[in-house]
């Protein structure tokens, strides 16, 4: 049973606190014919506006291209357990080229310098040729997503 409920103003804190523990969002797409697709990516919140770290040539990336609005879901790992996730719906826009350095420092910060993240990065080391690989077939040059919300849920399971 799920109950979603439009975020008041008193419930600002907790949608930022979902997002913030979130390390994945799950961002959804329409495809050009109208089919629904839905990836796990990696992000950061800046100025009002949250960056996938997806290019233009992903699948995420050419639903964009066809139809720009998203919805995007916070809250599937510690977020999750406490029964709460955050809905935001939004306007995504393509964007070639790395992020802003600023966006950089902000991911590295969050997926790679924590002692957690840094152990588990240095776990799958091994397997960092295969991600190359993974990411060199996705066609185009690299980039991103920006997504500027324009409604956001606070949604309760339990």
Not at 40 to 57: M, N, S
């Amino acid at each position: 049973m799920t109950n979603d409920r439009p975020v008041r103003p008193a419930q600002a804190r907790a949608v930022w606190d979902v997002v913030r523990r979130s390390r994945v969002v799950l961002a959804g797409s329409c495809s050009v014919k109208g089919r629904p697709f839905c990836t796990p990516v990696w992000f950061v919140v800046d100025r009002h506006a949250v960056y996938l770290t997806t290019g233009g040539g992903s699948w995420l990336g050419r639903n964009v291209l066809a139809n720009p609005e998203v919805t995007l879901l916070f809250g599937g790992e510690a977020a999750g357990s406490a029964g709460a996730f955050v809905q935001v719906r939004g306007t995504a826009t393509i964007h070639e080229g790395m992020v802003p350095a600023r966006l950089l420092a902000a991911l590295a910060l969050k997926y790679y310098v924590p002692p957690r993240a840094a152990t588990s990065e240095l776990s799958h080391l091994r397997q960092w040729p295969v991600r190359g690989r993974y990411y060199r077939q996705t066609p185009g040059p690299v980039g991103h997503v920006r997504v500027v919300p324009t409604s956001a849920r606070l949604l309760h399971v339990g």
